[in-house]
């Protein structure tokens, strides 16, 4: 049998094949800035100030911090991420501080303020407390319950492990 002839001409494959890479280099460009922006390269810097003795821990449990707003309670002052929120003289409040209260009314406002510049929605309500192992209880529980009026409810308190 005899081959009939087709009027369309064969097509020859190129020889010169490249590969479209535009594409596939957007595509990891896109992947980058997700996981650079996603990527935490260091924990909440917990550095206490020269003035602060923090206090050692008892039991070997680990927990690791987290990216929360940072409160210091000194001898002389209550510091909100290295910034004064009030003065204290010997770990004690002012007289107009400790008026009608559980809590300080300047830290609470100040609180107040450091949650409405949490993006929205704002769930995440964490604090961290490094608060001097001299302080009395009556001054942490003041700082503890004007944080806690302001809607942050996740709190930890920062310890030193002895080891």
Request: aromatic letters at 4%.
């Amino acid at each position: 049998m005899k081959k009939k002839k087709s009027f369309l001409k064969k097509r020859t494959a190129p020889t010169d094949v490249s590969l479209q890479i535009t594409s596939m280099a957007d595509i990891f460009m896109i992947l980058l800035v997700f996981l650079l922006k996603n990527y935490s390269a260091s924990l909440t810097n917990l550095a206490p100030t020269s003035q602060l003795s923090l206090p050692e821990i008892a039991v070997s449990a680990k927990s690791t911090p987290k990216e929360s707003l940072k409160i210091e309670v000194g001898p002389d002052a209550v510091l909100v991420d290295q910034a004064l929120a009030i003065k204290l003289k010997n770990f004690q409040f002012p007289e107009s501080e400790t008026l009608n209260t559980a809590g300080s009314i300047t830290i609470a406002q100040l609180m107040q303020k450091q949650r409405e510049l949490r993006p929205q929605p704002n769930t995440e309500s964490s604090v961290v407390v490094m608060a001097d192992q001299r302080a009395p209880y009556s001054t942490i529980k003041r700082v503890i319950a004007s944080v806690a009026g302001a809607g942050f409810v996740d709190l930890q308190l920062v310890v030193v492990d002895p080891q």
